[in-house]
């Protein structure tokens, strides 16, 4: 899962390298506080749960956290 970090048509997906990390962190963050994975997680890591969330298209990178949705408000 890991190596799919290295495909440059995921770093394409979500328009850049700098996106990819950002999206990685803020969606890494949100995990480890408690949010529910989009995937199955089984024995996955929280790196590679976020991986595969992107890959299956179910996280982007124009998606608001939660947090984000309520400070706006």
Known sequence: ??????NEDLVNKVG??????SLIQKRMRE???GARPLV?????TPM?????EIIDG???????????????A
């Open 48 to 52: 590679e749960i976020v991986v595969k």
């Open 16 to 21: 850049g390298r700098f996106k990819l990390s």
């Open 58 to 72: 179910k996280l982007e990178p124009s998606m608001e956290s939660a947090s984000d949705k309520a400070a706006s």
């Open 40 to 44: 199955e997680p089984g024995k996955m």
């Open 31 to 33: 995990l480890m506080m």
């Open 1 to 6: 899962m890991i190596y799919d970090l290295k």
